[in-house]
């Protein structure tokens, strides 16, 4: 089986993003990878999948399943999904609801990603920026990470993204509690 890396076209009809061929692509990059919760995850009303109001969803989006978001204890479980070479929008944390910012780690389980964090050189990047973010972006020090790899957030409040490997990602990131209204994209156009 061979993983097909579509066009950001593929997802749009008649200029609208279309969810049900991104659920379809991500259904494929499961099976890829022979991941165990296949099934389970693509059933769930919860998966949710994003392209940031980019209209560019190969390049820019995500897919994922929240497990677990628990505000009184503070911790949170995340399943992160991402197609070959997608983007999650460049984007930081802030405090909301009462909680502090969430900090984060990554640990991937299939495929490679890129994280990314301020500083670095733009003209060293491993890897092409998307065009629909090249003019907003403000981390180049990346870092690549495979499988068992974990990553954390460097710093609080801070711009991060993640940028998926040749055969997109699989990716659990642990967190604190995460508060929607906390988050911030440094691309003025990008929404979730």
Not at 29 to 51: G, K
Not at 168 to 189: D, K, Q
């Amino acid at each position: 089986m061979t993983l097909t890396k579509y066009p950001s076209e593929h997802f749009y009809k008649n200029g609208k993003f279309d969810y049900d061929l991104a659920k379809q692509a991500y259904a494929e990059l499961l099976r890829y990878h022979n991941y165990s919760l296949a099934e389970a995850v693509l059933s769930r009303p919860d998966f949710w999948i994003t392209d940031f109001a980019q209209n560019d969803f190969a390049e820019v989006g995500l897919g994922g399943v929240c497990f677990v978001n628990d505000k009184e204890h503070s911790y949170f479980c995340h399943s992160i999904y991402l197609l070959p070479g997608q983007m999650i929008a460049e984007h930081f944390h802030l405090p909301a609801e009462g909680m502090p910012a969430k900090h984060e780690s990554w640990h991937v389980r299939h495929g490679s990603i890129w994280t990314a964090a301020k500083g670095g050189d733009k003209s060293k990047m491993p890897f092409r920026i998307p065009k629909s973010q090249e003019a907003t972006m403000t981390c180049f020090d990346t870092k690549l990470l495979k499988v068992g790899d974990m990553d954390a957030l460097r710093n609080l409040e801070e711009p991060h993204y993640m940028m998926a490997g040749p055969e997109g990602a699989i990716v659990t990131e642990y967190a604190c509690f995460h508060a929607a209204s906390g988050i911030g994209l440094t691309n003025p156009t990008a929404k979730m």
